[in-house]
């Protein structure tokens, strides 16, 4: 098997679980986030600061690296890990969340997905066994199941059609992926906000034994509420023994939610997409680093982090670059945040390892401002 689980154990005060992903290149310890690196780059990070700032496993779009430069091209230069000289492990998604969220005129077929290509307009066509073929040729450690993401809300009775159709896929992924010794293939459940339907895909999904898990189409527009209930009946129906992938989430309280309600692994572009618009995760709140009163402000953005911009640069200095669109800046920014939030799930850990993780969520709501009235997602 490419993809082993190790629990270590869980948090008697909340049942997070505290654990270890092995994969061909490298092992990493969960619950885990994982920065974005959609064109096979974390967008202004270089490889060495990522593993600089501890990050362990990335996450790379397949549909983006299939539209450019190809996947011929990453596989002529020995895969993914080579080509961007990451060393560190990677997953890939399938291609379908941005098929169903990116371009318009698709037509969904038991065979695939009809769509425009969101660039230059061409007609394309993306199938479970494209997606394992374009996979396996970028040679990520984990790659994922073809499936529907259906939009939020969705009617029951669509859900359950897309749910079944998803599963018909999930086969032919299985069937069509030829590096499993290699390559660690996720299934994905779905069934949006509704228990049957998330029942009967994880019913159909784990009969597959696939090495591990996601759950998909969360954090595409419900509320927070409706998120952690859907979480509470569906981890359960996971096996203990493979990691869980919580799809597309990434705000400092989903990830420590998705962790009490026993999630391992979680990605989302929101730190570095915010942080290039000078938005700042901080342990105190939300930090816009472009306001005025910033102007003439010598202190770090984080008076709590020792990350390598708070320990350099002030918050007068990265506003100023910021505001002049200067690289640098952002370059700043994006560090600090993934930083934050890889800082977040150490403590999370901790705290697992430790038993009192649901003692570090009340401390770390309150600090952020989490449990204010009208208190902003991130
Ligand atoms: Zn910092």
Redesign the pocket.
């Known amino acids: 098997m490419a993809i082993t689980y190790e629990l270590i154990k869980t948090c008697k005060q909340t049942g997070a679980r505290l654990g270890k992903v092995h994969t061909p290149h490298g092992s990493f310890e969960t619950p885990m986030f994982m920065p974005v690196g959609t064109l096979a780059t974390v967008k202004t990070m270089s490889p060495e600061e990522l593993e600089r700032m501890g990050a362990q496993i990335i996450l790379s779009n397949t549909y983006h690296l299939w539209l450019r430069p190809g996947e011929d091209i990453i596989e002529e230069a020995g895969g993914l890990h080579k080509f961007m000289n990451w060393n560190g492990s990677i997953l890939t998604d399938s291609g379908g969340f941005q098929v169903f969220s990116l371009s318009d005129l698709r037509k969904i077929e038991e065979e695939g997905v009809h769509f425009r290509n969101h660039i230059s307009g061409e007609k394309l066509f993306l199938s479970p066994e494209k997606a394992m073929h374009i996979q396996n040729a970028l040679g990520p450690d984990i790659m994922m199941a073809f499936d529907e993401c259906p939009p939020y809300p969705a009617e029951h009775k669509y859900m359950k059609d897309s749910v079944e159709r998803t599963s018909r896929w999930a086969e032919r992924c299985l069937e069509a992926h030829k590096r499993p010794h290699d390559q660690g293939l996720f299934g994905i459940i779905q069934g949006g906000e509704y228990e049957d339907l998330r029942r009967q895909s994880a019913r159909d999904l784990t009969s597959m034994d696939f090495p591990g898990y996601a759950i998909g189409g969360l954090s595409v527009g419900e509320p927070k509420d409706v998120m952690n209930r859907v979480l509470e009946f569906t981890t359960p129906l996971m096996p203990d023994q493979k990691p869980r992938y919580l799809m597309g989430v990434g705000s400092p309280d989903s990830l420590i939610d998705g962790s009490i309600r026993g999630i391992d692994m979680f990605d989302c572009v929101l730190p570095t997409r915010i942080a290039r618009n000078g938005t700042l995760m901080t342990s105190e709140g939300r930090l816009v680093v472009r306001n005025a009163k910033f102007a003439r402000d010598f202190r770090?953005?984080?008076e709590n982090?020792d990350?390598h911009?708070?320990r350099n640069y002030s918050r007068a200095y990265i506003r100023h670059l910021v505001k002049a669109n200067e690289t640098f800046g952002f370059r700043l920014t994006t560090y600090?945040n993934l930083?934050?939030l890889l800082n977040l799930m150490r403590q999370v850990r901790e705290a697992i390892r430790e038993d009192r993780l649901g003692d570090f969520r009340e401390e770390f709501f309150e600090m952020y401002g989490f449990n204010k009235p009208n208190a902003k997602n991130f």
Do not use: A, G, Q
């Open positions: 770090p953005i984080d982090c990350c911009t708070c600090h930083y934050f």
